[in-house]
């Protein structure tokens, strides 16, 4: 199949050329044609797919036949969970419109709101923007959706995780009714339906990632091993296996900083991505890290959703995430694009509960490798596959309206099952408010990235 069969014209097939891609992904050859006869769109697709493609280029080749947008006007609107997401999405617009000569703008929350009010005056036609910015912006009556064509909600089941679904729905509110709608999920989870019921119409379903699946190339396997002596049998692997570079995911903030300075002080070049760092903090990691110039890269689950590095050999589990599902995010950063990747996880014994509930939702029982220097003195009990089938949990009613302007107070976390522990103190801001998804007490009110 080539990109010629799609429907695209001259400028953006010339775009995607100069990427260097020939062929379109999965996910493409199917949503760009739905897309392109004004179809409403549900995909199921992880990042590394090429699903970002799969929506830009069909957003741009429509909007490319239009009128521009006018001043303060917004002709398709991407929403995203994270900075980092709106980002990478808006430099996937600039690249694949290069021959366009279309309007695009990105707002994210962290840096100042005047520079783009201002850029949004001239109107976008694509404007990529957080949820919670965008009502900043709308209620600054920085921009208007009368014109409004296309809207995009990327990795809508991590927007709900994130708390935004008050600020989706205020905004869907606002938006003109007859547009198309296009909506990616990693998953398509009961949150997510119920959240689609209202938005898209009659939608083309597309999925490329079996629900939960684990890539089929990606090796993993576990290493049990003390809490304590987690850094040392890091730092060994690293320097045994002759990594090249990794993506190494912590628990939490503070986590992630201490593994970067005890892999800095055993002279591994490493750096931190969490929501603690400023922008210039992480947009720097992350170039650094894409070029070579840091070998680990030490992230929060939050902060790496959505980062697009590509084929990352091996991936690490310094701590198993709280919520099973994110295990399976985690390990979908290694072995992309038909390249074998490595997933290792680091598991103490009170991690017993988390690796239970991964091998219960992957269906898989992870391999077991013991390093002679690092046999653990706190034995990890032996697991079995539970094979009962996980019930899907029915959303909730949000219980109070979220306080738009609320400062970032902390501590009023949920209490939390055993599975699903609450995330600690200094990932959460409880300004965020609630979101629909009872699922995962560990993210609500996390501070988005
Ligand atoms: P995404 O899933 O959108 O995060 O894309 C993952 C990576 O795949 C990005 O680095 C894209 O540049 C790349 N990519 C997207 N489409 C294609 C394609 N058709 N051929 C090769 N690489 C692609």
Redesign the pocket.
């Known amino acids: 199949m080539s990109f010629n069969k799609l429907g695209l014209s001259a400028p953006i097939l010339k775009a995607i050329e100069d990427?260097g891609?020939t062929?379109?992904?999965a996910i493409?050859a199917q949503a760009i044609p739905a897309i392109l006869e004004g179809q409403d769109v549900m995909a199921a697709a992880q990042?590394?797919?090429?699903?970002?493609?799969g929506f830009t280029l069909p957003l741009l080749e429509i909007l490319s036949k239009g009128e521009h947008a006018q001043n303060n006007q917004v002709r398709a609107l991407v929403l995203t969970p994270t900075r980092e997401l709106a980002a990478q999405v808006a430099e996937s617009v600039k690249n694949y419109g290069q021959h366009l000569g279309l309007k695009s703008t990105v707002v994210f929350g962290g840096v100042k709101i005047n520079p783009q009010m201002m850029a949004l005056r001239r109107g976008a036609d694509i404007l990529i923007a957080t949820p919670g910015r965008m009502m900043d912006l709308y209620n600054q009556k920085a921009v208007r959706f009368d014109k409004l064509e296309v809207l995009v909600l990327d990795e809508a089941d991590r927007m709900l995780d994130m708390g935004f679904i008050h600020d989706i729905k205020k905004i869907l509110a606002i938006l003109p009714k007859k547009r198309q709608n296009l909506l990616f999920s990693a998953t398509f989870s009961p949150e997510i339906r119920q959240l689609a019921k209202g938005l898209v119409n009659n939608p083309v379903e597309i999925s490329v990632t079996p629900r939960n699946a684990t890539a089929v190339s990606v090796e993993q396997w576990l290493h049990p091993v003390d809490k304590k002596r987690k850094s040392e049998l890091l730092i060994q692997l690293i320097a045994q296996g002759r990594w090249d570079q990794a993506l190494v995911f912590s628990r939490t903030k503070h986590g992630a900083n201490k593994i970067t300075k005890q892999l800095e002080d055993a002279g591994i070049r490493a750096s931190a991505i969490h929501g603690n760092k400023s922008q210039g903090a992480r947009t720097r990691a992350l170039a650094d890290f894409k070029e070579g110039r840091i070998r680990i890269l030490v992230a929060t689950d939050i902060a790496a959703r959505g980062l697009?590095i590509?084929q990352l050999p091996h991936v690490v589990n310094f701590d198993l995430p709280d919520v099973a599902e994110d295990y399976v995010h985690r390990i979908g950063r290694t072995g992309r694009a038909g390249a074998t990747g490595k997933a290792i996880s680091l598991v103490a014994a009170d991690e017993l509960d988390q690796l239970r509930a991964i091998e219960r939702l992957t269906q898989k029982l992870i391999e077991r490798r013991y390093e002679d220097d690092f046999i653990p003195t706190h034995m990890l009990p032996d697991t079995t596959l539970d094979t009962r089938p996980i019930k899907p949990k029915k959303p909730k009613k949000p219980k109070a309206p979220r306080d738009q302007h609320a400062g970032a107070k902390q501590g009023n976390a949920p209490k939390s099952g055993k599975r699903r522990p609450a995330a600690p103190k200094a990932e959460m801001t409880p300004g965020q408010g609630l979101r629909s998804k009872p699922l995962a007490p560990a993210r609500r009110n996390r501070k988005p990235d």
């Open positions: 990427q891609y062929e379109p992904s493409q990042t590394g797919t090429g699903k970002t493609a697009d590509e």
